[in-house]
């Protein structure tokens, strides 16, 4: 049984890897996926100089999934670039910053290194008091790609926020698809998002308890936005899926959807790096009762009615 995805050079022994912001703020926690089934890793996404973050508690999870407002901590560009620098093997570096010009910044010093992996550029986070998300402003994503891929000369994809409306995603589609992008990773936590607890409280401390939502609760919309990209991408802009995966069936029906690599959140936030082991064994036997030797037989053929 062939597992593999390739992404533009880029081959993947499985489509497994984690969600940016789980399991992936140090070194350790990288070298614990790394080490782990997970067939790749993203870093925490990462800006210019380290950042603490908001106040606690910041991260919160139930049954039904996590809500969370970090604030973007990260140990700074520096420390990821040069621990991915020495690895060998094809790794994610996520990255953001807080306005267009420190973007340019911090992709002209990935460019400048000797990374050779794939930025995946967090055009998302919902979380940074008084900052949109910029995915949300087309005509600011449009301009930012047409100056970054003057520059820039490695691979880099986007991490996108979820679209409710079908015109967004033609109108995104549009854009995304004037640019040499390797991958569209769909999608980032829900933004701002509230959860009470029995105390008639929100669950977490910063924006009045407003914060991204992830897990099952926002599977139906992850699978929605990886098979409207999917739909309307250029081929050779691979789809990530990313959102409410829990078990094989959940990776297999983002595969089903157009996904390429599948990124695990909330649920390796909850089991650790085990969880990609169990959930690969999953898709393994989902895939031999459908009698599929590779995941090409069956990406992308979600049936409609
Ligand atoms: C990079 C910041 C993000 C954060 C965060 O650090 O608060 N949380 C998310 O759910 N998504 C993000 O993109």
């Known amino acids: 049984m062939n597992l593999k995805v390739k992404i533009k050079d880029f081959e993947f022994e499985n489509p497994l890897m984690n969600a940016a912001g789980v399991n992936c703020y140090t070194i350790d926690e990288l070298e614990e996926i790394r080490n782990s089934k997970a067939a790749s890793f993203v870093t925490k996404t990462c800006t210019l100089n380290t950042r603490q973050g908001n106040l606690e508690p910041r991260y919160y999870e139930n049954e039904l999934g996590?809500?969370?407002?970090?604030?973007?901590?990260?140990?700074?560009?520096?420390?990821?670039?040069?621990?991915?620098?020495?690895?060998?093997?094809?790794?994610?570096?996520?990255?953001?910053?807080?306005?267009?010009?420190?973007?340019?910044k911090i992709l002209e010093k990935?460019?400048?290194?000797?990374?050779?992996?794939?930025?995946?550029?967090?055009?998302?986070c919902p979380n940074i008091e008084g900052k949109p998300q910029i995915a949300y402003d087309f005509k600011t994503t449009d301009k930012?790609?047409?100056?970054?891929?003057?520059?820039?000369?490695?691979?880099?994809?986007?991490?996108?926020?979820?679209?409710?409306?079908l015109?967004?995603?033609?109108?995104?589609?549009?854009?995304?698809?004037?640019?040499?992008?390797?991958?569209?990773?769909?999608?980032?936590?829900?933004?701002?998002?509230?959860?009470?607890?029995?105390?008639?409280?929100?669950?977490?401390?910063p924006k009045n308890?407003?914060?991204?939502?992830?897990?099952?609760?926002?599977?139906?919309?992850?699978?929605?936005?990886?098979?409207?990209?999917?739909?309307r991408l250029n081929k050779d802009i691979k789809i990530i899926g990313t959102g409410g995966v829990n078990t094989g069936r959940d990776v297999y029906e983002h595969i089903l959807c157009g996904a390429y690599m599948v990124q695990i959140g909330t649920r390796l936030q909850k089991?650790?790096?085990?969880?990609?082991?169990?959930?690969?064994?999953?898709?393994?036997?989902?895939?031999?009762?459908?009698?599929?030797?590779?995941?090409?037989?069956?990406?992308?053929?979600?049936?409609t009615l």
């Not at 020495?86 to 340019?104: A, P, Q, R, W």
């Not at 990935?110 to 998302?124: A, K, M, R």
């Not at 999608?187 to 401390?205: F, L, P, Q, R, Y």
């Open 66 to 104: 996590s809500i969370n407002s970090m604030g973007l901590p990260n140990l700074g560009i520096d420390y990821y670039l040069n621990y991915l620098e020495s690895l060998d093997g094809t790794y994610f570096l996520s990255v953001t910053e807080m306005n267009t010009e420190n973007i340019h």
């Open 167 to 205: 015109a967004h995603f033609d109108i995104m589609a549009n854009i995304l698809n004037k640019y040499p992008i390797r991958f569209v990773n769909s999608i980032n936590s829900i933004g701002n998002a509230i959860i009470i607890d029995e105390n008639d409280t929100v669950v977490i401390k």
């Open 110 to 124: 990935i460019n400048e290194s000797s990374f050779n992996g794939l930025v995946e550029l967090n055009l998302s």
């Open 271 to 303: 089991e650790k790096s085990k969880v990609f082991e169990r959930i690969l064994n999953e898709l393994k036997e989902i895939m031999k009762e459908k009698n599929y030797n590779s995941l090409d037989e069956f990406r992308g053929k979600l049936k």
């Open 209 to 231: 308890g407003f914060g991204g939502l992830g897990g099952e609760y926002i599977k139906p919309t992850a699978l929605a936005n990886v098979n409207a990209f999917y739909r």
């Open 144 to 165: 930012l790609l047409a100056d970054i891929f003057k520059y820039f000369k490695k691979d880099l994809g986007v991490k996108l926020p979820p679209y409710f409306d």
